[in-house]
């Protein structure tokens, strides 16, 4: 696309945005407080209950054609002739203890809303209400997903598996978004893969159990369960190149419960992430190999139990999808707010929805911490987005984003 005819596509984007987020101010007042009831009320992975029961509520009563699928909901708006553009939320919360002091804090021992995904909730629902109250800005169909079990890379593949991609219209390009650690107002994109893959493995060193004062009468699993946590430290600094990505972590080691007991097993918990599938491969059968090959150095009386869960997809934004999406953020926000987004080690099951219906995607994150303040990770218990700027971005982005395809004459 030449720069003329990315501002020829913008003009009338721009326009529509301006004219759809007029509605805003008054939007955001309902915003507010359902963001706050949804932070107090967080949901497990696929236990979104009555998080989806909200969604299709509001869906319904703002005209929307709304279908439950593979514990997810989907709004569809049908308006007139043009692209199908599809723009995806997530849903569920984490199993992390609240420590923020927020007045609207986690009702739910144990649960909160740790990486955000109440802000998406509400960042969508918040276009869907304005861009069905303007209908006469944009031309097309408008698929608003909201996908439970992010968290544990179960949600999209079950919106799939229950047939996503026969109960809706085919859209022609899919976004996403997501709240992160930076400059609150600060919307960043860019293409190529973004967000890392990762895998997430659980490994059972089969050992013998025997008297701690007789160790020669068994094979302790705890001794090879060590040999493998420090063999694996190995494969990235030593099988990897060095211009390539990769991350092993042993996250958990657990065996035994008495010091005088050499226990039968040890099952560790590991995690990997890399930006390449070759490079993926390479990792996780370096993995395999080390874990097998300590087990039989250490006599382990029968071979280890390797199992795979919680295992995300890269995500790679098509180059021009994100080249018109970042010029519509660029047009709307000024280049002050709009950034590089630089590929983060993080890891999402978003693409498994646009790969599903074999069409292109991106995929770009909004600040949400003060500037002068230390910014709070995802995942971690104080985890607080201020309201303000963030829910307005999040909100505006979304519409923005959307309208570069649906807005009329775009």
């Known amino acids: ?22 509605d805003l101010p008054r ?6 407080d359902l963001y706050q009831d949804l932070h107090r009320h ?9 998080t989806n029961r909200i969604i299709a509520d509001r869906l319904a009563h703002w005209g929307y054609d709304v279908l439950e699928v593979g514990g997810g909901v989907v709004g569809v708006l049908r308006n007139g002739d043009g692209p199908c553009v599809l723009f995806r939320a997530d849903t569920d919360a984490l199993p992390v203890q609240e420590d923020t002091g927020l007045p609207y804090s986690s009702t739910v021992d144990g649960v909160m809303h740790a990486c955000g995904h109440d802000l998406h909730i509400t960042w969508a629902l918040g276009a869907a209400q304005l861009l069905a109250t303007h209908q006469g800005a944009w031309s097309g169909t408008y698929v608003t997903l909201f996908q439970p079990a992010e968290e544990t890379a179960e949600g999209a593949r079950a919106m799939v598996d229950a047939g996503l991609v ?7 390009v899919a976004l996403g978004q997501h709240v992160m650690p930076a400059r609150a107002g600060l919307v960043s994109s860019a293409s190529g893969p973004r967000l890392s893959a990762a ?18 009468l068994g094979v302790d699993p705890v001794v090879v369960a060590a040999a493998i946590v420090l063999r694996l430290q190995t494969v990235v600094s030593r099988e990897i190149a060095p211009a390539d990505f990769g991350v092993v972590t042993v996250g958990s080691l657990q065996a035994g419960a008495k010091s005088n007991v050499i226990p039968d097993r040890a099952v560790l ?27 039989d150095a250490g006599g382990c009386p029968r071979p280890p139990t390797i199992e795979y869960y919680d295992q995300f997809p890269l995500t790679t934004n098509d180059v021009a999808v994100t080249d018109v999406v970042s010029a519509a ?4 926000f000024g280049q002050d707010r709009v950034a590089e987004l630089a590929p983060l080690t993080g890891s999402e099951d978003f693409s498994i929805v646009p790969d599903a219906f074999g069409i292109p995607y991106t995929f770009w994150t909004i600040g949400g911490f003060p500037a002068d303040a230390p910014p709070v990770p995802n995942h971690n218990p104080r985890f607080a987005p201020v309201l303000h700027p963030t829910l307005e971005t999040g909100t505006e982005a979304a519409v923005t984003a959307v309208l570069a395809y649906l807005a009329t004459g775009g």
């Open 329 to 332: 953020f660029a047009e709307h």
């Open 1 to 22: 696309m030449t720069e003329d005819d990315t501002t020829g596509a913008i003009a009338p984007a721009t326009a529509a945005a301006r004219e759809v987020l007029s």
């Open 269 to 295: 918990l590991l995690n990997v992430r890399s930006y390449d599938e070759a490079v993926r491969e390479r990792i996780l059968t370096a993995v395999e190999r080390i874990v097998r090959g300590e087990c």
């Open 166 to 172: 026969d109960r809706v219209p085919r859209p022609d």
């Open 27 to 32: 939007t955001m007042r309902w915003q507010e």
């Open 42 to 50: 967080p949901e497990l992975s696929l236990q979104e209950t009555r």
């Open 199 to 216: 895998d997430s493995l659980r490994v059972t060193v089969h050992g013998t159990g025997s008297h701690g004062s007789m160790p020669h």
